[in-house]
């Protein structure tokens, strides 16, 4: 990590909108080259998150989360004061509404090779997206993606979580990532769909061959996913419809819900993947899972396109002999 305890972000101009999520909004450097920031994005918090940047960084730093580090961009974590944040809040859409009381920001690599406007943005659902940049005789594919749940759901399911959640936010392509246990059968179906949807929407591009090589590369990342996900929860339905308040959220709980929610870019054209928004729960969410918990109920048991369901050539996830992850 490096020492930027005296570094104080002022240069509020030279950081560009990029994008948001729900908790963060990301800044990429638009600046003069400096070896500091060039080919760096900040990660600033959004009003709607109870936890600070600090405690963010601390999580992403810790030693539970060793395993994974390969694929986390180098992260550091930067000073900034209120005139900064005010500045930034100035020059962001009006849609995003920055925690100006926050004294940090996060100072990450930049996983995206040109800035974010040179790319076209497919957008096969709000779990699923390609970034395609091309410019004479450059090309770069990227596609990132939430795999949400990896777990092995109770016996008696129907349809995952995944798939109920994707069902209930009325996503028009699904794609339950839950096939991406099954090595290689499952993957390539997972790969073959996306496929499939690109040509659906009149997407005359080839992805198949390279996504399915880049996973196959890179599986040890879906291995490790799995593990620290289902580390002491067997059955995380259960858990989270017992919780009664926020004590009852264990760093157990706390942490496969945290990694239940990171999303994950593949790069096709230079095989680079990584884990992005690592972002630690707070216990106050306890309500809101235990709700949706009881909510999804009669979803689990209906039969949907979910690969727990599928038969023929497709994959039974809950019994798949070739699971190369054991509980
Ligand atoms: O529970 P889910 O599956 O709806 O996940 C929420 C996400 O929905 P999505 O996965 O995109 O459909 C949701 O993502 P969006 O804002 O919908 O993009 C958030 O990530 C939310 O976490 P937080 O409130 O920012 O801490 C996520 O909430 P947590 O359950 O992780 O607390
Ligand atoms: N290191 C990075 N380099 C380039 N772009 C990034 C980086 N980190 C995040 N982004 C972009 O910014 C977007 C929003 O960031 P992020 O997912 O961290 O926000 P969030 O608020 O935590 O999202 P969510 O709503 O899923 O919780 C990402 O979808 C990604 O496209």
Redesign the pocket.
């Known amino acids: 990590m490096c020492d930027y305890n005296t570094l104080k972000l002022k240069d509020y101009n030279l950081w560009k909108y990029?994008?948001?999520?729900?908790?963060?909004a990301?800044y990429r450097y638009n600046g003069p080259h400096n070896p500091l920031f060039t080919h760096k994005?900040i990660?600033v918090r959004l009003t709607s998150c109870e936890l600070l940047t600090k405690e963010v960084f601390e999580f992403m730093n810790s030693s539970k989360l060793e395993k994974l580090r390969e694929y986390i961009?180098r992260t550091d974590i930067l000073s900034v004061d209120r005139q900064f944040m005010d500045n930034l809040q100035r020059q962001s859409p009006a849609s995003v509404k920055l925690n100006r009381l926050e004294t940090d920001v996060l100072l990450?690599?930049?996983?995206?090779t040109h800035k974010i406007s040179a790319y076209h943005e497919i957008c096969l659902s709000k779990y699923y997206k390609f970034y395609i940049f091309k410019k004479e005789d450059q090309k770069e594919f990227i596609l990132?993606f939430?795999p949400k749940w990896l777990y092995k759901p109770p016996a008696f399911f129907k349809t995952c979580r995944n798939c109920a959640q994707s069902i209930l936010k009325k996503q028009k392509f699904s794609n339950c990532t839950l096939l991406l246990l099954s090595m290689p059968e499952g993957v390539r179906i997972w790969c073959r769909n996306l496929q499939n949807e690109l040509e659906r929407q009149g997407y005359n591009i080839a992805v198949y061959d390279s996504l399915f090589q880049v996973i196959s590369e890179h599986y040890d990342l879906i291995e490790i996913l799995y593990k620290l996900e289902n580390k002491n929860c067997n059955d995380m339905h259960n858990t989270l419809r017992q919780l009664s308040s926020p004590k009852g959220v264990t760093d157990v709980i706390r942490n496969s819900m945290s990694l239940r929610?990171v999303?994950i870019t593949i790069n096709l054209s230079s095989h680079e993947v990584h884990v992005?928004?690592i972002?630690p729960k707070p216990t106050s969410k306890w309500k809101k899972w235990k709700e949706q918990e009881i909510k999804n109920s009669p979803l689990y048991l209906c039969e949907s396109n979910c690969s727990l369901n599928s038969e023929g050539d497709t994959v039974n996830v809950a019994t798949n002999p070739h699971c190369p992850v054991k509980f």
């Open positions: 990029t994008a948001k999520g729900s908790a963060n990301v994005v990660r961009p990450l690599d930049d996983i995206f990132e939430k929610d999303s992005l928004d972002d």
